[in-house]
Antibody
Framework: QVQLKESGPGLVQPSRTLSLTCTVS????????VSWVRQPPGKGLEWIAA???????DYNSALKSRLSISRDTSKSQVLLKMNSLQTEDTAMYFC???????????WGQGVMVTVSS | DTVLTQSPALAVSPGERVSISCRAS??????MHWYQQKPGQQPKLLIY???NLASGVPARFSGSGSGTDFTLTIDPVEADDTATYFC?????????FGAGTKLELK
C-alpha cells in the first residue's frame, strides 16, 4: 500500500539548515509527484515545495530563496533543505503525494521541527 | 496568492446535516479539494475537484461549487466526524489552503 514517512531532526538552531527526508513505498517517484506541506502548532497548512514525476520542481515564492527539493529514485526518497531557519519555521512538516489535478491523496504522519537555541 | 476563507467553527448534533463553506478570493474553476484532519493526525483527502469523493470516504460526505464558492456537506453527521476541515485550491499558483473549520458535535 502507499506509504510516506518523514524523518529529520526534531530540534534545529536558528540560522541553521534543516534537512528532511521523505521515504515512500507502494509507488514510484517517477510516476507521481511529492510535495512538502507544513503546519505551525495550532495553525493551518502551508504548501512549501513540490517535485514532479518528471523531476521538475516548484517552490512557494515566499520561501523559494531558502529552499531546495530533490529526490533519489533509487532510494525512493524526496529530500527537502531549508536554510536560515527562524523560530517561525517551527512546525509539523508533512510530505504528501500529489496528483495531476493538484490534490494530495496520501500523506505521511509528519515530523515536528522546533527552531530554538 | 489566492486566499481561501472558511468559518472558524461549527457545532452540530449527531444525525444533522452540516455545510462547511470555503470562499476563494479569485476564481479557481473547480479545482477545490477538501481534507479532514483529526488532532495529532495528518490530513485525509475527502473530496477532490469540487465534487469527487475520494477512495474509501463514506458517501455521507459530498462537495459542490465552482468559481469562488464551494461547500462540503456531511449528511448525516456522526460522532467520529469531529475534526478540522480544510479546503485547498490548485488552480492558481501557488496552491493554497483555507485556515480550517473546526467541527464540534453537541
Amino acid at each position: 500500500q502507499v506509504q510516506l514517512k518523514e524523518s529529520g531532526p526534531g530540534l534545529v538552531q536558528p540560522s541553521r539548515t534543516l534537512s528532511l527526508t521523505c521515504t515512500v513505498s507502494g509507488f514510484s517517484l517517477t510516476s507521481y509527484g511529492v510535495s512538502w506541506v507544513r503546519q505551525p502548532p495550532g495553525k493551518g497548512l502551508e504548501w512549501i515545495a513540490a517535485i514532479w514525476s518528471g523531476g521538475s520542481t516548484d517552490y512557494n515564492s515566499a520561501l523559494k530563496s531558502r529552499l531546495s527539493i530533490s529526490r533519489d529514485t533509487s532510494k525512493s526518497q524526496v529530500l527537502l533543505k531549508m536554510n536560515s531557519l527562524q523560530t517561525e519555521d517551527t512546525a509539523m512538516y508533512f510530505c504528501a503525494r500529489f496528483r495531476q489535478l493538484g490534490y494530495f491523496d496520501y500523506w505521511g504522519q509528519g515530523v515536528m521541527v522546533t527552531v530554538s537555541s | 496568492d489566492t486566499v481561501l476563507t472558511q468559518s472558524p467553527a461549527l457545532a452540530v448534533s449527531p444525525g444533522e446535516r452540516v455545510s462547511i463553506s470555503c470562499r476563494a478570493s479569485e476564481g479557481v474553476n473547480s479545482y477545490m479539494h477538501w481534507y479532514q484532519q483529526k488532532p495529532g493526525q495528518q490530513p485525509k483527502l475527502l473530496i477532490y475537484k469540487a465534487s469527487n469523493l475520494a477512495s474509501g470516504v463514506p458517501a455521507r460526505f459530498s462537495g459542490s461549487g465552482s468559481g469562488t464558492d464551494f461547500t462540503l456537506t456531511i449528511d448525516p453527521v456522526e460522532a467520529d466526524d469531529t475534526a478540522t476541515y480544510f479546503c485547498q485550491q490548485s488552480w492558481n499558483d501557488p496552491n493554497t489552503f483555507g485556515a480550517g473549520t473546526k467541527l464540534e458535535l453537541k
